[in-house]
């Protein structure tokens, strides 16, 4: 029961209060806020302005992530953080490393200003539609997968004559090859031009060729490997030693043996022909220089990495089409 002396809190009283008590919860100190985060390619850093209850603005201010893959996530992000009022926003396909980093990063700013957990839970947009729009075309080809294979089905078939539509889910096209930044396995057409058949590429082959084979074809190429580099030292050549059977061997064992040996070695015999074919349909060229040291680039096993260059044969080429365009 309540005494006549003591107040009476009315309904609207209390809504009004429950209400300035839920907007105190989600007030923010209004400022700029800076956080840093590991990332895909090193320290990432971002600037975010708050007012009391709102995101004004996020910037990525420091980062090193990959052109056309990470670099997608930095443009996007910010943005789609600001519009949808929360941290918890998708990640860009194919750049989730360096997404999930803008969001850690983003997160602890947040965190600094005294965001509450509203402003890092997902938020739905009643506006969006799950819907497939339907798209009315027609084409000779439809290739799905913009990665390498996909694209060099594509530019193929475009060559001799064919309307061609190239589906990709991801936010870029290239596929692995971007992650690679275009550097290619290919046994080099002058070869005695970049590297000596030193001690240390020696030991290469030797790996390759002494190992416990994991199939007859696989002991096949050790014995094809071991005559050809035989071939090689007896008639004196010094430079660098490689072949198709040695690409292959190492291509097989690099797999764990899951490879089909026929397919790796039509691979193989073709890699170079298709470095020059890669050439011939664009206005890149590629980097020729002497080796003095095994770089074999993302993946490789062996020093025959090529490296994509602008046509003045010195300027990296840009895995971006937008950083290509600038």
Not at 95 to 106: F, P
Not at 110 to 121: H, V
Not at 193 to 222: H, N
Request: proline residues 5%; aromatic residues 4%; contains cysteine.
């Amino acid at each position: 029961m309540i005494h006549p002396s003591e107040p009476v809190l009315s309904a609207a009283a209390a809504a009004v209060l429950l209400t300035f008590a839920a907007a105190s919860a989600a007030a923010m100190t209004p400022g700029v806020y800076s956080a840093a985060v590991p990332s895909r390619n090193g320290e990432l850093a971002v600037e975010v302005q708050v007012s009391a209850d709102r995101i004004e603005s996020v910037k990525v201010v420091r980062q090193q992530e990959t052109p056309g893959i990470g670099s997608l996530a930095v443009e996007a992000l910010p943005a789609a953080i600001v519009a949808q009022q929360t941290s918890s926003v998708d990640v860009v396909s194919g750049a989730t490393m360096t997404s999930n980093a803008i969001i850690k990063a983003v997160s602890e700013a947040l965190k600094q200003a005294g965001a509450d957990a509203s402003f890092f839970k997902k938020k739905t947009d009643a506006k969006s539609s799950d819907k497939a729009l339907p798209l009315e075309t027609q084409a000779d080809v439809i290739i799905v997968g913009g990665g390498g294979a996909g694209m060099v089905a594509a530019a193929t078939a475009v060559e001799r004559g064919a309307k061609v539509i190239v589906l990709e889910k991801m936010a870029m096209l290239g596929g692995n090859t971007a992650r690679s930044e275009g550097n290619m396995s290919a046994m080099d057409p002058n070869p005695e031009k970049l590297l000596d058949m030193t001690q240390a590429v020696r030991d290469i082959v030797t790996k390759y060729t002494s190992m416990k084979p994991c199939s007859k074809a696989v002991a096949d190429l050790q014995e094809t490997v071991k005559k050809q580099l035989a071939a090689h030292d007896a008639a004196g050549k010094k430079y660098i030693f490689d072949s198709p059977e040695l690409f292959a061997l190492q291509t097989i064992e690099g797999g764990d043996c899951h490879s089909d040996p026929k397919l790796v070695l039509t691979m193989t015999q073709n890699a170079t022909a298709a470095m020059n074919w890669l050439e011939s349909q664009s206005d890149m060229t590629w980097f020729h220089v002497p080796r003095h040291w095994i770089d074999v680039g993302i993946g490789g096993l062996y020093p025959r990495g090529q490296w994509p260059r602008q046509a003045d044969g010195k300027t990296p080429m840009p895995t971006s089409l937008r950083s290509r365009k600038k």
